[in-house]
Structure formats: C-alpha cells, structure tokens
C-alpha cells in the first residue's frame, strides 16, 4: 500500500550517495519557494525508518530551503526489498 504524507526530513536515511545538478537544485528551490513541492519523492518505510532512492534534488531542494518536512509517496517494504535497492 501507498500513501502520500508529509515527512520529517531529518528521519530519512539515504543510503546511496548521489551527486546533484546544482543548477536543477536552484531551480527546484525557486519553483518550491513559489509554489510549493509539486511531486512527492519515493520512500521505502521498513521498520519504522524512511529510506529515500530518489528525488534527490527535490530532497536537496527541500533541504536547503529550511523545510521540516517534505511530500513523500511511502511504500511500505521488508528489510529484504530494501537490501535489494543497496544491491
């Protein structure tokens, strides 16, 4: 089951390091100061714990704008679902 919830970003672990297109950072920065975060990021929830894969410069955007949450589409998923996104 999925659902779409706002969700502290200081509670979501992201795995696998990723280097982010600072100009597309920017951009999303000023779209979300405008109008708001348009498309939820993706998150595993396993066991009580969020582990995002992508929207990684949406979540950098978010970051950096000082927001407490951020939109996500949470799926919850076993430990094994999630050792296979760190394979």
């Given at each position: 089951?999925?659902?779409?919830q706002e969700i502290p970003l200081n509670q979501?672990?992201?795995p696998l390091?990723?280097?982010n297109d600072q100009k597309k950072v920017q951009e999303l920065m000023k779209s979300i100061a405008e109008i708001?975060?348009?498309?939820?990021?993706e998150v595993l929830e396993v066991d009580g714990r969020y582990y995002g894969f992508s929207g990684?410069?949406?979540y950098e955007a978010c970051q950096r704008l000082g927001?407490?949450?951020i939109l996500a589409?949470?799926?919850k998923a076993t430990p094994?679902?999630?050792k296979m996104h760190l394979a």
């Open positions: 089951m999925v659902k779409i979501i672990q992201r390091p990723r280097q708001g975060q348009q498309e939820p990021i990684c410069h949406r927001k407490e949450t589409r949470v799926r094994s679902v999630l």
